[in-house]
């Protein structure tokens, strides 16, 4: 999800103050985590404002530049983050040789979405057209398979049956359009719509939005939210999963109260995994 090259450096820096901010005081606990801005950073301070934590205080550090929330969270400079899919999660842990990190809750989906400048039609995407996907491993794979679901390409394995950390663009068994494939950082992808050599591009619901686009409206098609694997989830250290911060933030991203407000504020953009009253 975002370049790591300065991730351990980033990490270091911020150390001592993510140790001091993780500490107990008089006021109650505090709970120092790590999200993305949109819908994660709005969906914890709603929470943090609602009062579902009781004495459990929210440090939210939004997710900027090349930054890695899963490094920032190794390295014990925040206790949780919110941001990624099991799929993205368990492949990270895989390349960096990790294990101990853990989901606690699995709280919305963000369908992934097609959009384009050029076509209002998927049926109008014409042969030799070049279609950006997220760079990332997993989520490459997952835009693939998007397309797939329209039809414009064929893979070699069922979706159902893929290994998606290691599906690349050889996995393609047909391309009867031709397409053409570009690889961007899925946070740059939809500044990019409108580079004359891009006829679409496939984009997760967060990056849209931040964009101003309403991927309920917008995309030229989503995925099924039916059976989705890729709900963004709550992770932290094995070490820490029954903290009581962790288990209060986990039960209130969870809660029906929670599930009704992502949507009545998202309509459809953003999914929440646990049905609302």
Same mark, same amino acid.
């Given at each position: 999800?975002f370049?790591?090259?300065?991730?351990v450096?980033?990490?270091?820096?911020?150390? /001592?103050?993510?140790?001091a901010?993780?500490s107990s +005081? +008089?006021?109650?606990?505090?709970? #120092?985590i790590s999200a993305?801005s949109?819908?994660h #950073?709005?969906?914890?301070?709603?929470?943090?404002d609602s009062g579902?934590? %009781?004495?459990?205080k929210?440090?939210?550090?939004?997710?900027?530049?090349?930054?890695?929330?899963?490094?920032?969270? &190794?390295?014990?400079?925040?206790?949780?983050n919110?941001?990624q899919?099991?799929?993205?999660l368990?492949?990270?842990?895989? =390349?960096? %040789?990790v294990?101990?990190? #853990?989901? $606690?809750?699995?709280?919305?989906l963000?369908?992934m +979405?097609?959009?384009s400048?050029?076509v209002?039609?998927?049926?109008?995407i &014409?042969? +030799?057209s070049?279609?950006?996907?997220p760079?990332? /491993? /997993?989520?490459?794979?997952? %835009?693939?398979?998007?397309?797939e679901?329209?039809?414009?390409?064929?893979?070699?394995?069922?979706?159902?049956?893929?290994?998606?950390? $290691? #599906?690349t663009? *050889? @996995?393609?068994?047909? @391309?009867? *359009?031709?397409?053409?494939?570009?690889?961007i950082?899925?946070? =740059?992808?939809?500044? @990019?719509? %409108?580079?004359p050599?891009?006829?679409?591009a496939?984009?997760?619901?967060?990056y849209?939005?931040?964009a101003g686009? !309403?991927?309920?409206?917008?995309?030229?098609?989503?995925?099924? !939210?039916e059976?989705?694997?890729?709900?963004?989830?709550?992770? !932290?250290?094995?070490?820490?999963?029954?903290?009581?911060?962790v288990k209060a933030?986990?039960a209130?991203?969870?809660?029906p109260e929670?599930?009704?407000?992502?949507q009545?504020n998202?309509?459809?953009?953003?999914?929440?995994v646990?049905?609302a009253n």
């Amino acid at each position: 999800m975002f370049l790591r090259r300065t991730a351990v450096l980033s990490a270091a820096a911020l150390l /001592t103050a993510g140790l001091a901010a993780c500490s107990s +005081g +008089g006021d109650g606990e505090k709970l #120092v985590i790590s999200a993305s801005s949109t819908p994660h #950073v709005e969906i914890l301070e709603h929470i943090a404002d609602s009062g579902a934590l %009781g004495d459990v205080k929210l440090d939210i550090k939004p997710v900027t530049g090349e930054i890695d929330p899963n490094e920032l969270l &190794v390295a014990g400079d925040v206790q949780a983050n919110y941001f990624q899919h099991a799929p993205y999660l368990a492949d990270w842990q895989k =390349q960096k %040789g990790v294990d101990d990190l #853990v989901s $606690v809750a699995d709280v919305h989906l963000e369908p992934m +979405g097609l959009y384009s400048e050029k076509v209002t039609a998927v049926d109008q995407i &014409v042969d +030799g057209s070049t279609i950006a996907l997220p760079k990332d /491993t /997993t989520n490459f794979a997952r %835009g693939l398979y998007l397309l797939e679901s329209a039809k414009l390409i064929e893979m070699d394995v069922p979706f159902a049956d893929a290994d998606l950390s $290691v #599906v690349t663009q *050889k @996995n393609i068994k047909a @391309n009867p *359009k031709n397409l053409k494939f570009v690889e961007i950082e899925r946070s =740059q992808i939809a500044r @990019n719509l %409108g580079d004359p050599q891009i006829t679409a591009a496939v984009i997760n619901s967060n990056y849209a939005i931040e964009a101003g686009l !309403v991927p309920a409206d917008d995309a030229l098609l989503s995925e099924n !939210v039916e059976n989705n694997p890729f709900a963004n989830l709550l992770v !932290v250290r094995a070490a820490t999963e029954n903290d009581p911060g962790v288990k209060a933030l986990a039960a209130a991203l969870v809660s029906p109260e929670t599930a009704a407000w992502i949507q009545e504020n998202y309509h459809g953009s953003v999914v929440p995994v646990h049905a609302a009253n």
